[in-house]
C-alpha cells in the first residue's frame, strides 16, 4: 500500500506520532518531555475521593456572606452558560468577568467534534500571571435547548474535581442538568500562573446534533475571600462526527517503518491504511495516559489481534480515517496474527501478518533517508534534506545514534503495555554501512518512547563519500535498506 498520493505515511507517521516533535536537538519522544509526561500521568490518580457534604451550607446563604468557605465547589448554575447566572462566578465574586490578564481555555485532544457515545478528555486550563489559586465549573449543553439539556456526562479522573448536579447535591441525579468543578484540593492553592483541570467527558450516545461546553474559571489570589479574583468565561461548540464501519484492503498492514508489507516483530509500530478507520485524527498524547498504561483505543479506535484464537488488543498511537499506527505488543506471540480495525460502527476483515522475532526496522526520515543524530544532538542528513531543519552529513569514524522498532527483548525487560524506561537489549544488532560492518556501542529502548531503541553505531573509517545503505540485522533478518550521506 505505500506510494501514490501523499498520506500521513509511516515513518512520517511515526514521527508526527512523536508529539511535539519538530527535528529538534532531542531524541523523537512520544512526549514532549519526559517530565511533562510524567507530571501528567502524575495528576491521573490513585487517590481516593473525599466525599464532602459541602452544600448543605448553600441552602440559607447569601451569596455576600463571607462566613462559609466556599473553596470547595461552587455553586450549580455559574458557568455563564444559557440558563445559568449571566454573571457566572461574579454574581459573588467582585470584579467584571473577563477583565484579568489571564484567560480560561478549554481544550480538546481531537478538535471541536463529538463521537457519539465515545469519552474524551477535556482540559480546562486557567491562567493568570497575577494569581496563585484556581477554581473552575463546566456545563455540557445541547444546542437545541441550552438551558436546560445536558449533553451527556462528566466522568472525575482524579480528586481535583467532581460532579454536582443542578440542585448541588452529588450524583444521581433526579433531574436537570449538572456540572463538573473543582475540588478544594483541585484549588492548589500557592500555585502561581495558572493549573490545568483534566476530567472526561462521554457524548450522548447517539447524534444529537451540536453540543456547547461553556466554563467558567476563578483565578483567584488564594485569601478564602471573594474580593480580588479574577474570573473568566469561555466556551466551545462540538459538533457530532459518526463513524462508518472500517475496511482494510488485503496488503493494508506493514512496518510503520518501512510500510513494506512483511512479517514485523514484537514491541514495533505497525501501520494499517484502509478507509474510514477514525473519524478524527490525531496522534496519542499525554492525556492517553492513565499511570504509565499505553491506551488501547484513541477516540473510539481499537486494533484487535488474533493469535492462535485469542484476540487481544494493541496499543494505538495514531487513528486517522486513513491510517491507523499500532504497537505490536512486546509479548506478542510469534506466527500468524489477524490484525482487525474496530470502530463504534463496525470491525474490519481480519488481515493475516506474520509476526517473528529478530526482523528489526530503522526509521527513516522520508521512507528513504535513516533518521539520525549526531553525537551532538544535531540531524543526520545532506544539507536541505529536511524543510526548515539544519542537517549535516555522517563524517567516517564519527559515532551515530540511529532509531529503530522491534530491536529485541531488552534487560530489564520491556513491560507490554507500560511506557517504557530506558534499557539495553539482550542482544547487539548487526549494523553495515556501505556494506562494511560497523562497530556498534549500544543499543536500547527509550526513556518514555514506547517500541522504539536507540542504537549507537560508528561508521567505518573507510566509508567512501556519497549515499551509503545502511543495514541493521538481529540473527539472519536483514533490515529494509535505508540510507546516510557521507561526507569527509
Ligand atoms: C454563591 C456565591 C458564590 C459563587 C456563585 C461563586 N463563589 Fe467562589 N467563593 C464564594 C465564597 C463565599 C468564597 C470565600 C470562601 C472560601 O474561599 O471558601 C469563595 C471562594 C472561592 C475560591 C477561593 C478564593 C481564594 O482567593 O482563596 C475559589 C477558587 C472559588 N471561590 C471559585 C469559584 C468559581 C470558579 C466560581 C464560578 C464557577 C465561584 N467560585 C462562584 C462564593 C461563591
Known amino acids: 500500500m505505500p506510494g501514490g498520493a501523499i498520506r500521513e505515511s509511516g515513518p512520517r507517521g511515526l514521527l508526527l506520532q512523536a508529539q511535539g516533535y519538530r527535528v529538534r536537538q532531542d531524541l523523537p519522544r512520544f512526549y514532549n518531555s519526559p517530565t511533562t509526561f510524567l507530571t501528567d500521568i502524575g495528576t491521573v490518580g490513585t487517590m481516593s475521593r473525599v466525599s464532602i457534604p459541602k452544600f448543605l451550607f448553600f441552602i440559607a446563604v447569601s451569596c455576600t456572606s463571607q462566613a462559609f468557605a466556599h473553596s470547595w465547589g461552587p455553586a450549580a448554575r455559574a458557568t455563564g452558560a444559557p440558563g445559568d447566572d449571566s454573571k457566572a462566578c461574579t ?31 477535556v482540559t480546562v486550563q486557567v491562567s493568570d500571571p497575577a494569581k496563585q489559586r484556581w477554581g473552575f465549573e463546566m456545563a455540557a449543553r445541547l444546542n437545541s435547548k441550552p438551558e436546560t439539556a445536558q449533553a451527556g456526562e462528566f466522568t472525575p479522573v482524579d480528586s481535583q474535581t467532581q460532579v454536582i448536579c443542578e440542585d448541588n447535591g452529588p450524583r444521581p441525579c433526579t433531574t436537570g442538568v449538572t456540572f463538573i468543578q473543582h475540588t478544594t484540593a483541585g484549588t492548589r492553592n500557592g500555585t502561581q500562573g495558572g493549573v490545568s483541570f483534566q476530567f472526561d467527558w462521554t457524548p450522548p450516545a447517539t447524534n444529537a446534533g451540536p453540543v456547547t461546553l461553556y466554563v467558567a474559571g476563578n483565578a483567584a489570589n488564594g485569601d478564602n475571600n471573594l474580593t480580588n479574583d479574577n474570573i473568566y468565561t469561555s466556551s466551545v461548540q462540538l459538533n457530532p462526527v459518526t463513524p462508518v464501519a472500517p475496511v482494510v484492503p488485503t496488503g493494508g498492514v506493514m512496518s510503520a517503518a518501512t510500510l513494506v508489507p512483511g512479517s514485523v516483530p514484537p514491541n514495533s509500530w505497525v501501520t494499517v491504511y484502509g478507509s474510514n478507520l477514525g473519524a478524527t485524527t490525531r496522534s496519542w498524547n499525554e492525556t492517553d495516559f492513565a499511570n504509565g498504561a499505553l491506551p488501547m483505543s ?127 537489549v539482550n542482544t547487539l544488532p548487526v549494523v553495515t554501512v556501505g556494506g562494511a560492518a560497523a562497530t556498534v556501542t549500544s543499543a536500547s529502548t527509550i526513556t518514555g518512547s514506547p517500541g522504539l531503541y536507540q542504537v549507537n553505531v560508528q561508521v567505518p573509517a573507510a566509508t567512501a563519500n556519497g549515499d551509503q545503505p545502511v543495514v541493521i540485522r538481529l540473527g539472519t533478518t536483514n533490515s529494509v535498506s535505508t540510507l546516510i550521506t557521507v561526507q569527509r
Open 298 to 424: 484513541l477516540d473510539g479506535v481499537s486494533v484487535v489481534l488474533t493469535v492462535f484464537g485469542a484476540p487481544r488488543l494493541a496499543y494505538v498511537g495514531y487513528v486517522s480515517p486513513t491510517q491507523v499506527n499500532f504497537l505490536l505488543p512486546v509479548d506478542a506471540l510469534q506466527g500468524n496474527i489477524q490484525v482487525q480495525v474496530r470502530n463504534s460502527a463496525g470491525i474490519s476483515a481480519p488481515i493475516q501478518i506474520g509476526t517473528t522475532a529478530n526482523s528489526p526496522q530503522l526509521l527513516t526520515l522520508d521512507g528513504k533517508y535513516a533518521l539520525g543524530v549526531h553525537a551532538d544532538g544535531s540531524l543526520l542528513g545532506k544539507t536541505g534534506l529536511v524543510a526548515g531543519a539544519a542537517s549535516a552529513p555522517a563524517q567516517p569514524g564519527e559515532t551515530l545514534t540511529f532509531y529503530c522498532t522491534g530491536c529485541g527483548a531488552t534487560t530489564p525487560a520491556t513491560i507490554s503495555g507500560l511506557v517504557p524506561t530506558k534499557s539495553s
Open 91 to 121: 454574581s459573588c465574586h467582585t470584579g467584571t468577568l473577563n477583565s484579568g490578564s489571564g484567560s480560561v481555555k478549554i481544550i480538546l485532544q481531537s478538535g471541536a467534534v463529538y463521537i457519539p457515545g465515545v469519552r474524551q478528555r
